[in-house]
Nanobody
């Protein structure tokens, strides 16, 4: 099973930016779809964005126009560029391999 490790979380002011990375333990060339989810305190985990091996992307309405998902198969890495961050984006962000497996999560906190 592919191991996933997220990084790039932190504390940022509203309006700021962060880039999350998810590095896999082996090649992600053959992984069809990978995604980013988030879970805020007291809420269910929700899909933020995902991307297929062919580059087709999906975004939740709440992040459209602000977040960009991308993958670099040569680096075995999935990214989430987050701009114009809002306090409601505060959550633990998880990387997901749709063939099976989750990362441990990285905390993103946006202060107002």
């Amino acid at each position: 099973q592919v191991q996933l490790v997220e990084s790039g979380g932190g504390l940022v002011q509203a309006g700021g930016s962060l880039r999350l990375s998810c590095t896999a333990s082996r090649s992600i060339d053959r992984i069809n779809t990978m995604g980013w989810y988030r879970q805020a305190p007291g809420k269910q985990r929700e899909l933020v964005a995902d991307i297929s091996s062919g580059g087709t992307t999906y975004y939740a309405d709440s992040v459209k126009g602000r977040f960009t998902i991308s993958r670099d198969n040569a680096k075995n890495t999935l990214y989430l560029q987050m701009n114009s961050l809002k306090p409601e984006d505060t959550a633990v962000y998880y990387c997901a391999n749709y063939d099976g497996g989750w990362g441990q999560g990285t905390q993103v906190t946006v202060s107002s």
